[in-house]
């Protein structure tokens, strides 16, 4: 059965077709190495070199560009690097960049300078975070309609692979428990390397996109308000540093005053409120900055969007179609971990060398099903199943775990992953690990498919950010919210409040049915048979 383009296509266009995915898939996969690289690869390398839990948290922080990506976005649709066309040129070079930050970072011991290997992971995480831009542009511009949910299938594959690459194998090869023979610096030359054939591949394979189709604006007005914009927001974040926590207080003091909550859980809620009055004063600041200096890039794409029947409601439903999933997800590692008191192998096993695949697997069947489904449909379906996956976790802390028959994964050594020892695996937990994965593996490429049919292809990278931000408000945000209310009420109710959480996107998505059906329609696709 041909996957993308109808029997009546000649060949070339369905090998085409096939090329524009592996694409996709090879992009992925770059998109998804340094994720790790600044997040649990680096915390890994740090603990092992004996530095302080203290400043490895703080350098938890240096993920910050992954949220703030859409303040330089624009930039990234308003001008284009010589020679090598729209996007590819801004590919090559990231990803080259990418490379030789890691490799900086490699020779930088952290416990000798702390402060540089601090900036370099920062830098490492801005440049991933602009590759991002650049990735998620480019595959929208590339795809047609109708490839868009196995592009986005594609896509995910290529993502999952290297975040299993990156922050899985990786730490089988430096982890001497296990066999392994490197040293973290090693890995990350590996890394370096495979950041290099990424910009090959960017250089040497990707198809040109259309270049006609691009923002206009003066770039003089673009730079200023771009700068404009980027001391709106250290402004913002400043005055919430300064104020916040004083208003928060201010504001919630009448309701501690008749409440039974510990002063530790108050002091969180009051962390809490203090987030939400820095993102509710600094995207103001930072919107009325850019009209203020025109930044027409920016602006333009704003307008954009907003011309589109449902704009406005598109973003609530973005909000909310992942967030009761990522609300559940946001801390299965201290659940499964600490209240269910699985072993860490048992829960590596169950999450990492089974669930990644399962999560692979769900993305695929779910792009699969999506030529049949429809973009609307299967939104609809695949967020009832995240929806339904969420009492998964509610069922393990009721009836807790043992319920299940399990079985034992035997060691074994496949030369780039391998496990020592014979590792138990409860029934129940990998029943509830396999639902949730393959629920969200599904949900993650409709999603895909649908913020990209929201995109107008002048101002995609614009667009796309600022839509990823929105989307990224579950999975960035939920977390300090979660942890309150999981101490608050306890895990099944959680659970329960998790599920509930997905219904509201499900009510919207119905009242959206004709818009996002609209969505199914190719522009290009359109103009060519007009």
């Not at 910050?64 to 976005?73: G, I």
């Not at 047609?144 to 730490?171: D, H, K, N, Q, W």
């Not at 040293?183 to 290099?196: C, F, G, I, S």
């Not at 169950?350 to 939104?379: E, F, H, P, S, Y």
């Amino acid at each position: 059965m041909p996957v993308t383009a109808a029997p009546s296509q000649p060949l070339h266009a369905r090998l085409d077709a096939w090329r524009r995915l592996i694409v996709v898939a090879l992009l992925g996969f770059a998109s998804g190495l340094p994720l790790a690289l600044t997040g649990q690869a680096m915390q890994a390398w740090l603990s092992l070199d004996k530095v302080d839990i203290a400043t490895i948290g703080f350098l938890s922080v240096v993920g910050l560009p992954y949220t703030f990506k859409f303040l330089w976005a624009p930039l990234m649709d308003r001008f284009e690097l010589p020679w090598l066309g729209r996007r590819r040129g801004w590919l090559v070079v990231t990803q080259l960049a990418l490379a030789l930050a890691l490799w900086w970072m490699s020779s930088t011991s952290p416990t000798a300078s702390i402060r540089l290997f601090a900036l370099l992971a920062v830098l490492v995480a801005f440049i991933s975070a602009s590759q991002d831009i650049v990735i998620d542009a480019y595959r929208t511009d590339l795809l047609p309609a109708r490839e868009r949910g196995l592009g986005a299938s594609t896509s995910v594959l290529g993502y999952r692979l290297a975040m299993i690459f990156s922050g899985g194998i990786a730490f089988i090869w430096a982890d001497p428990t296990q066999g392994g023979h490197w040293t973290w610096p090693e890995v990350y030359r590996v890394m370096a390397w495979l950041m290099v054939g990424a910009a090959v591949v960017s250089l040497l394979f990707l198809p040109r996109v259309d270049a006609t189709l691009k923002p206009t604006s003066a770039a003089r007005r673009d730079l200023l308000g771009f700068f404009g914009v980027l001391l709106a927001v250290a402004a913002g974040v400043v005055l919430t540093d300064r104020l916040g926590p004083t208003v928060a207080k201010a504001l919630l003091a009448p309701l501690w005053a008749s409440t039974t909550l510990s002063p530790a859980l108050q002091a969180k809620w009051t962390q809490l409120l203090v987030l939400v009055l820095g993102v509710g004063l600094t995207l103001p600041l930072a919107a009325w900055v850019a009209r203020a200096l025109r930044f027409e890039t920016l602006l333009g794409g704003l307008r954009s969007y907003f011309s589109q029947e449902g704009a406005g409601a598109f973003l609530g439903f973005i909000v909310l179609y992942k967030l009761g999933d990522a609300f559940a997800g946001s801390l299965m590692t201290p659940f499964l971990l600490q209240s269910m008191a699985f072993t860490q192998a048992e829960f590596g096993v169950a999450n990492k060398l089974i669930g990644l695949w399962l999560t692979i697997g769900g993305a695929l069947v779910g792009g699969l099903l999506m030529l049949k489904l429809g973009l609307w449909r299967a939104l609809m379906l695949f967020g009832v199943l995240q929806m339904v996956s969420n009492l998964g976790f509610w069922w393990l802390a009721v009836t807790g775990k043992g319920v299940l028959p399990g079985f034992v994964v035997p060691a074994f050594d496949w030369y780039l992953v391998w496990l020592d020892k014979a590792t138990p695996v409860d029934g129940g937990l990998i029943m509830v690990i396999a639902a949730e994965n393959i629920a969200s593996g599904m949900g993650t490429a409709a999603f895909v498919a649908f913020l990209m049919g929201l995109c107008n292809q002048r101002f995609t990278a614009t667009q796309y950010a600022l839509l990823s931000a929105f989307a990224s408000v579950g999975r960035v945000w939920v977390g300090p919210l979660a942890g309150v209310m999981a101490e608050t009420i306890g895990w099944p109710t959680f659970f329960i409040l998790s599920t509930v959480l997905a219904a509201p996107a499900l009510v919207m998505l119905w009242w959206l049915r004709r818009p996002v059906q609209a969505l199914e329609v190719d522009p290009r696709a359109a103009l060519a048979d007009d």
